[in-house]
DNA sequence: TATTGTTATACTCTATAACTATA
DNA sequence: TATAGTTATAGAGTATAACAATA
């Protein structure tokens, strides 16, 4: 694989060489975990930003769109047509909120709520599969290293 | 910040939460990292994608587009518009292979390699940003990590 | 037949701007 | 004034299909 012109012999290069870029390896194991996710959950129909919205708002019944929006660091005009193809699915439910009538209160369905455990227990096939060679103890560091990344100090 | 109808006590959500997910935290890290490059880069008009072709026509000078693709796992289809963009903006050359009339053999014009090392130093900068959270120790754990996930047995 | 490189096209995710309704 | 939610629109990145030229 080397090739003859390589500069990898440049002192300067060691630092800077695109390999050793952490952004860019984050990009690629992030490329391949998509691609992934996006084969296991191809027979749910559902990518990683709308399984990511149905999981939280099963985590937090009653959650409003805009919270939604916060936590997962999305737009509101782009969770908007997101949460109407949800709604449409049969998926997501969208109430009235009882004190604040601008906010839109957000639930699974019966039917979401019945699917839901078996589209996590999915995704948890999906997470050993792309992460077959690490083990237990490195996932665990990972995620605590990737957490030290994006989350914000009052997180 | 928790929400009182939070089921972060249910015993099955504990190992499937999405928090808990690598491909989750993965996608958003890689977000920031996004964000933050595309700050620093602005400046140079460079993205992740086109900064990473420049920097690996810059490590291999003579690689073929072909190959350049398969390095940094694109489509040609989707590199042959980036490169000729950075041949437009006087970046990269693109010259007749000796022996294979087929491949365009690539390499950085003067101006992209004066520029180069500057650039380097500015990603270099970028990443001690969003990484500032991560000791030395640690940045070199993520990079092994996350190197076991997305490069293959052979590379 | 396979590979290199290109064009055309569609889809997803993200970003900004403008707007209505409500606090 | 600020926030919640929506619509419209544009940009970047990636996917497939089809093609010409060459191996």
Same mark, same amino acid.
């Given at each position: 694989?080397? *090739?003859?012109?390589?500069?990898?012999?440049?002192? %300067?290069?060691?630092?800077?060489?695109?390999?050793?870029?952490?952004?860019?390896?984050?990009?690629?194991?992030?490329?391949?975990?998509?691609? /992934?996710?996006?084969?296991?959950?191809?027979?749910?129909?559902?990518?990683?930003?709308?399984?990511?919205?149905?999981?939280?708002?099963? *985590?937090?019944?009653?959650?409003?769109?805009?919270?939604?929006?916060?936590?997962?660091? &999305? !737009?509101?005009?782009? &969770?908007?047509?997101?949460?109407?193809?949800?709604?449409?699915?049969?998926?997501?439910?969208? +109430?009235?909120?009882?004190? %604040?009538?601008?906010?839109?209160?957000? #639930?699974?369905?019966? #039917?979401? $709520?019945?699917?839901?455990?078996?589209?996590?227990?999915?995704?948890?096939?999906?997470? %050993?599969?792309?992460?077959?060679?690490?083990?237990? !103890?490195? $996932?665990?560091?990972?995620?605590?290293?990737?957490?030290?990344?994006?989350? +914000?100090?009052? /997180?």
């Amino acid at each position: 694989m080397a *090739e003859t012109k390589l500069r990898a012999g440049d002192p %300067d290069l060691a630092e800077t060489a695109l390999d050793a870029q952490i952004g860019y390896n984050l990009r690629r194991a992030s490329a391949l975990a998509l691609n /992934d996710f996006t084969v296991e959950m191809a027979s749910a129909a559902l990518r990683p930003v709308t399984y990511g919205m149905l999981a939280l708002i099963d *985590e937090r019944p009653g959650i409003s769109a805009a919270e939604l929006c916060r936590l997962l660091g &999305m !737009k509101s005009a782009n &969770m908007a047509p997101l949460l109407a193809e949800l709604e449409e699915r049969g998926l997501v439910e969208r +109430d009235d909120h009882a004190q %604040d009538r601008r906010v839109r209160v957000l #639930a699974l369905t019966k #039917a979401a $709520r019945k699917a839901m455990p078996a589209w996590r227990r999915q995704v948890r096939g999906h997470e %050993d599969r792309f992460l077959h060679k690490l083990t237990a !103890k490195e $996932r665990s560091t990972l995620l605590r290293l990737l957490r030290l990344i994006w989350t +914000d100090e009052e /997180d």
